[in-house]
Each structure stands twice: as structure tokens, then as C-alpha cells.
């Protein structure tokens, strides 16, 4: 498979030398395709959450996201979007690093400048989510009979920070298979350009990085990326030839983290997502990522929480039930730099898609009975990253 090379200060060369790199081959990881023990779905898991996940840090809290109890109308008290309803002015609180609602074209964006083959700015009020702008993304299997691999993609570079928080809406209006990796999240130093790249560990002291991914069953998880990340050649995550389980070959794609008991996202209609990642204090792991759907709680990793059980690349909540899973222990907290210049400074809204995967998918959505569309479609609008709790745009 392709090498999913996307750099977070992405140049107009890029675009025009991304055909070129669908030759370097690096086998970009499946999320909804990867294997646990003896070759079962390793998305499973032997228990559930019930009712939603502890407080998030560093801004979490019952009335605050939290508790999973709150009025989903009602934006959560001391967020950004309780200070500024229907987002008026939330640009210019000096907590907000970026912020683009569509309705002033591409101007904010560091790429693409201008509309392209799979990416359009629009306007039409019945179709936004807020005001009339809005982002389509749109990918038809005809475009990926022509190109193996599509990435219909939309970045910015903003401030370097330690700890993080994004938010944006979107709609997905055909039933088509979701990307092969979604949304993006890149830390690194000023200089260090280089997220996206499959199966390779990056330096700590350089940068790391998470898509925020969708699977067939319509749920979300983390794939990281990072220097301490495991490999899927060991049970236990390691890379020794002979060990328990030991699949032949050493590959590290991204870890797996993907929260059980998630109702799928709806169809057709907007949703708004929110996320929060943190850096580790340099030779600690107090490293945390955490995100949040319609403002309910459905993700949260950070130091002793949640209990799970690692399995080669995975980390399954609440355990898992293959013969090789060992009893569930507290999180570790992630290690995801070496380095205190190691700081998060882009973002990328990225529908990725390879045809192979995207054949996958669509076989498996046929085979329970859905009709699926050939037009891959997702809307974007009301994007927000900023150094605190942001809030669904009410």
C-alpha cells in the first residue's frame, strides 16, 4: 500500500508530486481490518463502557463535558462557545489559534489556496451548519479507478503549543465506506515536517502524530503514531523475533485505541466533534488524548485511566478475551516526546482513501444489505483549535 506521506507545513509541490509518492510503499495500516489473537477482529473487546468515561483532562468535569448528563443544547459552562453563542467573536479570544467557519472562502487555510478536484468551498444556507459556508470533500469510485490513492485534504500550521483542543462539524449525507484514515493531529518541532509517514517510528525529540479515524461500524478511534508506540509483531507489543505470537515480520503502524460501546455516528446530518490531546511532561507519561461527540464523553485516555489490556498494537478497554490477552491493568499515560520542543502545530481535515480499502469496505457494507453510494462526501464547517474547552457551536 501507499506510504501515507502528508507533511504538516504541506507546500504547493506537494500536490503535484502526490501522485509520485503512491509508488513508495509502506502498507498504510486498517484499522477496521486488523487482527487480535488467532485472527479476530482486533476492534473487539470483552466488555463495554456503561453510561460514558471519568472527566477528560484539563477541562473535564460533570457540566463540563464529563458526566455525559448535561443538556446537549446547552453548551458546557466556561467553554469558548458558552462566551461566544453562534461562534460571534470567537476568533479574536486569544485562546483560539485558528478558526475558519467557510464563509470567507479558502484565505485561512495554508493549503490548498483554491478549490480542487475533491475539495470545494460552498455556499448554501440550507446545506451549512452554521451562516452558508461550508467545506465539501467529495471522492467517487471513479476518481479511485483513476487514482489508487486520494487524499482530499485541507491543512493549517498554527502556534506551537503543549496541550490542545479542536473542534469541528460535520456530515456525512451518502451511506459510502468512510476513509481509510480521517482527520489528522501533528506535533513536532519548528523544523519537523514529516507526519503521515506509514510504518515508521518517529524520533521523540522530533514529532509524533494521530489520525482520528472512522471504521465501516460507523465509530471512532485514536491511531497514533509516536516513539514509544508498539509493534503488531508481538503480543506484547514488542519486535523480538521468537517472542509470543510472533507474526514474522516487524511492522509498526499506528496504535489502535478505540473506545467500546460507541453508537454509530448519524448519516446525513450535522455532528460535532471535539478533541484534546496533551504532551507528556519530557520523561514522564502524563501524555493524554481524549474527544467527545454532540458535547457527551466517549474517548478518554490519560495516566491510570482507562483499565484495558494492550494486545501487539491495540489497546482494548475493559480487556480483552483472545488467549493471549493478560487481565486489564490501569493506562499508562502516553510517553509521546523525548524532547519539550516536541509541541503540537497542525491540524489537517484528511478523507484519505485507497482503492483497495475502499473495495473492502463497500464489499462488506453490501454484504449486510446496505445500498451504497459511489460519491464518498463529508461536510466540514465551524473548525476551532484553540488552548482551551471549545464547545459545539450552538
Not at 148 to 169: G, L
Not at 218 to 223: A, E, G, I, M
Not at 255 to 269: H, L, S, T, Y
Request: glycine share 12%.
Amino acid at each position: 500500500m501507499k506510504n501515507r506521506l502528508v507533511r504538516g507545513t504541506m507546500s504547493n509541490h506537494f500536490q503535484s508530486t502526490l501522485a509520485a509518492l503512491a509508488v513508495i510503499v509502506a502498507g498504510c495500516g486498517d484499522p477496521s481490518s486488523a487482527t487480535g489473537d488467532g485472527g479476530a477482529p482486533a476492534g473487539g473487546s470483552s466488555s463495554s463502557m456503561d453510561g460514558g468515561v471519568s472527566p477528560p483532562p484539563d477541562g473535564g468535569g460533570a457540566g463540563d463535558g464529563g458526566g455525559g448528563d448535561e443538556d446537549a443544547s446547552v453548551p458546557p459552562p466556561g467553554t469558548l462557545s458558552a462566551r461566544y453563542p453562534g461562534d460571534e467573536g470567537i476568533r479574536d479570544d486569544p485562546a483560539v489559534l485558528f478558526h475558519d467557519d467557510f464563509e470567507a472562502g479558502w484565505g485561512r487555510w495554508d493549503g490548498p489556496t483554491a478549490d480542487t478536484r475533491t475539495l470545494h468551498i460552498e455556499a448554501d444556507p440550507a446545506a451549512a451548519h452554521g451562516g452558508q459556508g461550508y467545506l465539501r470533500s467529495t471522492v467517487t469510485t471513479a476518481d479511485l479507478a483513476e487514482d489508487m490513492y486520494i487524499s482530499s485534504s485541507t491543512w493549517v500550521t498554527h502556534e506551537r503549543v503543549d496541550a490542545i483542543y479542536w473542534r469541528f462539524h460535520a456530515r456525512f449525507p451518502e451511506l459510502a465506506p468512510n476513509p481509510h484514515h480521517w482527520v489528522r493531529m501533528a506535533a513536532g518541532t519548528e523544523e519537523w515536517d514529516w507526519s503521515g509517514l506509514a510504518n515508521t517510528v518517529p524520533a521523540g525529540d522530533e514529532g509524533f502524530w494521530f489520525d482520528f479515524d472512522t471504521n465501516t461500524d460507523d465509530v471512532f478511534n485514536f491511531y497514533a503514531y509516536w516513539y514509544k508506540m508498539r509493534s503488531g509483531r508481538c503480543n506484547d507489543g514488542t519486535a523480538t523475533p521468537g517472542c509470543a505470537g510472533d507474526q514474522g515480520t516487524t511492522y509498526y503502524y499506528g496504535n489502535v485505541f478505540e473506545p467500546p460501546g460507541q453508537a454509530p455516528f448519524p448519516r446525513d446530518r450535522w455532528f460535532c466533534i471535539e478533541m484534546h490531546a496533551r504532551a507528556n511532561t519530557v520523561g514522564e507519561r502524563d501524555g493524554a488524548l481524549a474527544f467527545w461527540i454532540d458535547g457527551a464523553p466517549i474517548g478518554d485516555y490519560r495516566p491510570g485511566y482507562p483499565d484495558g489490556t494492550w494486545l501487539r498494537a491495540q489497546f482494548h478497554t475493559a480487556g480483552c478475551e483472545f488467549s493471549a490477552c493478560t487481565p486489564p491493568e490501569p493506562f499508562e499515560g502516553f510517553d509521546f516526546r523525548s524532547s519539550e520542543d516536541v509541541r503540537f502545530k497542525s491540524f489537517m481535515l484528511d478523507a484519505y482513501y485507497e482503492r483497495d480499502s475502499d473495495a473492502r469496505r463497500r464489499a462488506e457494507m453490501e454484504e449486510r444489505g446496505l445500498t451504497v453510494s459511489d460519491a464518498h462526501t463529508i461536510l466540514y464547517d465551524d473548525v476551532v483549535i484553540a488552548t482551551e474547552r471549545i464547545g459545539c457551536r450552538r
